[in-house]
């Protein structure tokens, strides 16, 4: 029987980047723009950005409704065709799921370095 793979942040976040840089034409780094997000791809053909914010639960195990307010404050910094994702390791609740979609955010949760780098194939592709 094969097992998920357990990720810290950090392990998650160095595999990504590697990954990201290697298969793709795409400048991968860390914040640099105004405290944002923790990971920043850019297209440097067509300019097109994605922000990936990592999040981790509160004492409930589960993100609060309120990172909602903050992740919309976020997305409202970017340009239209830039995207944000959130990547957690923590549960979400259905609401705050449904609410981030209707923002336009793209929550991943307890994903795979391989989940997150075909998403965001796709939307940079979109």
């Keep these: 029987m094969a097992y998920p793979i357990q ?3 950090t392990d998650f976040i160095t595999q990504l980047t590697e990954q990201l840089r ?24 067509s300019g097109k ?3 990936i914010e990592f999040r981790t639960a509160g004492q409930y195990g589960e993100l609060p409704i309120s990172s909602a307010l903050v992740l919309d404050e976020q997305k409202k910094r970017l340009s239209e065709k830039d995207a944000l994702f959130l990547v957690t390791f923590s549960g979400v609740s259905k609401t705050l799921g449904n609410k981030l979609k209707d923002l336009g955010i793209k929550v991943f949760a307890s994903p795979t370095v391989e989940d997150v780098v075909g998403n965001v194939q796709y939307a940079m592709s979109a």
């Design 49 to 51: 950005r994605i922000f």
């Design 22 to 45: 290697r298969d793709n034409d795409w400048k991968v780094g860390k914040e640099s723009y105004g405290g944002i997000a923790d990971l920043v791809i850019e297209d440097i053909h």
């Design 7 to 9: 990720y810290n942040e």
